[in-house]
């Protein structure tokens, strides 16, 4: 798969690793910019507050599938009019949109292959970005959870806070897994 990815930190150049070691062809774009008219997917993961810049400095994006890594910390907020991030990008995008990648600890992104089950990995957006989630959820190590369609990428991108709160109240970096009882 082609994969475009917008954001060289953590988030983005970490996927963009596991994803190119699991054989997807992947572009790095960082703050010049770039195309993504080749991709099947793009991954947004740049800071909350730089979203706009972001995808103002990238072509190719229209109707693309986008995934949104991106979190709003502090006293960030979304683009006015908005919700979330999430909902904004696909306004300007007009292409399958998903929040997800934006409640996993990054820095655990190397460890993930060595874990005894597969750690989730939330997710709310719309139905079209499900294949592309869960495959590119699973190719990062990954098991995709949906919480719901794009109206619930508020509630995602404030529950990326309660996991940094959890990390800084004592736990350090964690993976963390939904199951239904039966499966664990």
Do not use: C
């Not at 979330?84 to 990054?106: M, R």
């Not at 989730?120 to 590119?136: F, P």
């Amino acid at each position: 798969m082609n994969i475009t990815v917008i954001g060289r930190g953590n988030i983005g150049g970490g996927l963009a690793d596991l994803w190119e070691r699991a054989g997807h062809k992947v572009e790095r774009l960082g703050r010049t910019g770039g195309d993504a008219g080749a991709a099947e997917a793009v991954l947004l993961a740049v800071p909350g507050d730089a979203v706009q810049a972001a995808l103002a400095s990238v072509t190719g994006l229209s109707g693309k599938t986008i995934l949104d890594a991106t979190n709003l910390y502090g006293e960030v907020k979304p683009p006015a009019g908005f919700p979330s991030n999430a909902e904004y990008v696909k306004s300007v995008t007009g292409g399958p949109t998903a929040k997800v990648f934006n409640t996993n600890i990054a820095a655990l992104y190397g460890q993930i292959a060595g874990t005894r089950v597969r750690p989730s990995n939330l997710w709310s957006g719309d139905e079209e970005a499900r294949r592309l989630v869960e495959q590119l959820s699973l190719d990062a190590g990954y098991e995709a959870v949906r919480l719901g369609d794009l109206s619930m990428a508020a509630t995602q991108e404030s529950l990326a806070h309660a996991v940094v709160a959890i990390a800084q109240g004592g736990l350090g970096p964690f993976v963390y897994r939904m199951a239904a009882p039966a499966e664990l």
